[in-house]
């Protein structure tokens, strides 16, 4: 069995050739000999060029960016924008104070911007903190594709709600985030993109499965209306049509579309006619914000809860995992916390604060983790809260050794980076707190630290992500692998994705590969294309 799935689970020599991942089963035994435990970190929504655009060494810094690659189109994808649009509401939603320094909201503290990125400042023309909560931006499964407009990324502005505001990068980072210290020490990959088009939603999904959620016979169903619309009709079609009234250019303000959270439906070769879940659909278990029956399960029937995606049954890398009786588990921070609440609340209201968010538990969508099964409380695990060990469970399994050989790490809302309901600073100084809890664990002398974000909330990069499938992947986005085996001071230029990490565990552990990783490859090698890097390129097993 070990070595066929192997075979399935190596890049091959033609992939080595171009991405300079090692093969062979020498190299196979060392990284299955020194490689015991993989830790996912797993914050939210900023692009590289949000957070890392010049970083030192990077293959293609943000500040030589010509005009040509960065200048933005209209919507109709041939005006060139004579500026940057007004960014509707401002910097901030709410009045903030850092430093005593007051930042009032409803203010873009920059106007008349020119047509190309630009580094964020405050009303006094400094740098804008890390420490600020700004609005949100869209970041959603279409309107991303229709932004990257087939690799030239001259439609983020054209297709945002938050006009130039995408544009945006921050100044300070690399002397304000100590991420860039991180980073410093250890691998970046300046070349990862993410897994899917799109969001949050999808790309938790993507993270453990490579493959969206399924909703069988949506036209039949209460969550019909949640159908998109594409400019052609065709189920596989980018393009997401704008409503009549949407402005016909992004000077005149932000477009309007109808529902998208489902795609058209499509006949499968099993007979089976399916929407994909791609933009946000709420877990089918608690914690949800839908009521669930006696059985632990929202009720289909209840027009209510036409947000919320049926029990999934397709494999995930948990599956795999089981299969080859590898322990593995998923940290969530505040979700017991968000599961008392929903016992007590008869809306089953969020918690304000942390802000735990139900589509950031990707595991909760499936009926093989679901309420009664034995696995859930086995798997489905609550991170706790905060800094401090005392109440974060992830931080204290850490130090003392204890986590599954695979681990994810979901922090609370408000310590993940997400921009509209956490900062950068509070994230950043939370990951780097709980890196070092890893690196002080005694697994730490066999272990890798994948630290990354699941997409780019909707902030522009000038990148162009390789060509993959249907669904992805999407915008560049910042990763760091921290470990022993981790080259020093290395920027890795090897082409990534989300399922990348999948791939990594898949050949740790000996895994049979994922459909959904399989098929990109697949998919990328029909092209000519090498097919993804499995982040072994980061790593140095001859010391």
């Known amino acids: ?307 919320v995606v049926p029990p999934q049954t397709h494999e995930h890398i948990g599956d795999k995992l089981d299969k080859r009786g590898v322990e593995w588990a998923w940290y969530a921070g505040a979700f017991q916390q968000t599961l008392d609440m929903n016992g007590k609340n008869t809306n089953n209201a969020t918690p304000v604060i942390p802000n735990f968010q139900y589509h950031h538990q990707p595991f909760n969508y499936f009926a093989d983790l679901g309420p009664g099964t034995a696995a859930r409380p086995k798997r489905l695990r609550d991170g706790g809260l905060g800094d401090d060990e005392s109440t974060n469970r992830f931080l204290a399994d850490a130090r003392a050794g204890k986590l599954p050989a695979v681990t994810f790490y979901k922090p609370q809302g408000n310590l993940n980076m997400h921009a509209g309901y956490a900062d950068v600073a509070s994230g950043d100084r939370h990951i780097v707190h709980a890196v070092k809890a890893l690196r002080a664990s005694p697994q730490w002398e066999n272990m890798v630290v994948i630290v990354t974000v699941d997409e780019n909330g909707g902030w522009w990069d000038h990148v162009a992500p390789p060509k993959g499938d249907r669904w992805g992947p999407g915008t560049r986005v910042p990763a760091l692998v921290v470990s022993p085996f981790a080259k020093k001071g290395y920027v890795d230029h090897t082409t990534y994705d989300t399922g990348s990490i999948l791939r990594l565990i898949t050949r740790v552990f000996d895994l049979e590969p994922l459909d959904g990783v399989r098929s990109r490859d697949a998919e990328m090698h029909a092209r000519g294309q090498a097919g993804m890097g499995d982040l072994t390129n980061a790593l140095n097993l001859s010391a």
């Open 1 to 307: 069995m070990g070595g066929g799935l192997a075979a399935c689970a190596t890049p091959s020599s033609r992939d080595a050739a171009v991405t300079g991942v090692a093969v062979g089963p020498q190299f196979d035994r060392a990284l299955r000999s020194k490689v015991k435990t993989v830790v996912v970190i797993y914050a939210e929504n900023r692009s590289f060029n949000n957070l890392f655009g010049n970083f030192p060494g990077v293959k293609h810094p943000l500040s030589e960016v010509k005009a040509e690659q960065y200048a933005q189109r209209d919507r109709d994808g041939e005006t060139v924008l004579r500026q940057l649009p007004t960014v509707p509401g401002g910097w901030l939603l709410k009045d903030q104070m850092v430093d005593g320094v007051a930042y009032k909201a409803g203010l873009q503290y920059q106007t008349n911007l020119p047509n190309g990125p630009f580094a964020l400042k405050g009303p006094s023309g400094e740098n804008l903190p890390l420490s600020l909560v700004t609005h949100d931006l869209w970041h959603v499964f279409y309107q991303n594709q229709m932004q990257i407009n087939g690799g030239k990324n001259d439609m983020f502005v054209a297709w945002a709600d938050s006009a130039a505001f995408t544009m945006g990068h921050y100044a300070n980072t690399s002397y304000d985030l100590r991420l860039w210290d991180l980073a410093s020490e250890f691998v970046l990959c300046d070349n990862f993109f993410q897994g899917a088009f799109g969001g949050s939603f999808l790309n938790h999904q993507y993270l453990i499965a490579a493959t969206p959620p399924v909703y069988p016979n949506a036209a039949q169903s209460i969550a019909k209306f949640q159908i998109a619309e594409t400019v052609s009709g065709r189920h596989d079609d980018p393009n997401l049509k704008p409503l009549a009234v949407s402005p016909k250019s992004a000077m005149d303000g932000i477009p309007k579309f109808g529902p998208s959270a489902l795609t058209p439906p499509e006949t499968l070769a099993d007979g089976r006619t399916v929407s994909y879940a791609v933009n946000t659909m709420m877990p089918p278990f608690a914690p949800t914000p839908y009521k669930v029956g006696a059985n632990g399960v929202v009720d289909f029937t209840q027009d209510s809860n036409a947000q």
